[in-house]
């Protein structure tokens, strides 16, 4: 069973960036297409990015498309979410999961969920 734990969420202004990671561990993800989800109070979890498992797909949501980029370093079981031009809806606490991508997307199959970490943008 892999475990996941998210790191790199903080407090940032408006228009400014953070760089956040997800390390995991108890299993390889290698070969497993990896995502980052959101969830601010009162909203649903909802769908980033994703990345398939070579990292040469990835997805968006289009709320952040162009402003998030979404990596993977297999290597060192890592994901890794670059948010530039924040906004205040952007934020919520950030989850990684692994995922199943199709040429529409990728959706979370699992029922698991690691701590997150918060993302706060003030306006």
């Known amino acids: 069973q892999v475990q996941l734990v998210e790191s790199g969420g903080g407090l940032v202004k408006a228009g400014g960036s953070l760089a956040l990671s997800c390390v995991a561990s108890?299993?390889?993800?290698?070969?497993?297409?990896m995502g980052w989800f959101r969830q601010s109070p009162g909203k649903e979890r909802e769908f980033v990015a994703g990345v398939s498992w070579t990292g040469a797909t990835t997805h968006y949501a289009e709320s952040v498309k162009g402003r998030f980029t979404i990596s993977r370093d297999n290597a060192q079981n890592l994901v890794a979410l670059q948010m530039n031009s924040l906004n205040p809806e952007d934020t919520g606490v950030y989850y990684c999961?692994?995922?199943?991508?199709?040429?529409?997307?990728?959706?979370?199959?699992?029922?698991?969920w690691g701590p997150g970490t918060q993302v706060t943008v003030s306006s």
């Open positions: 108890g299993s390889s993800i290698s070969r497993k297409s």
């Open positions: 999961s692994v995922v199943k991508c199709s040429g529409f997307g990728c959706y979370k199959e699992d029922d698991y």
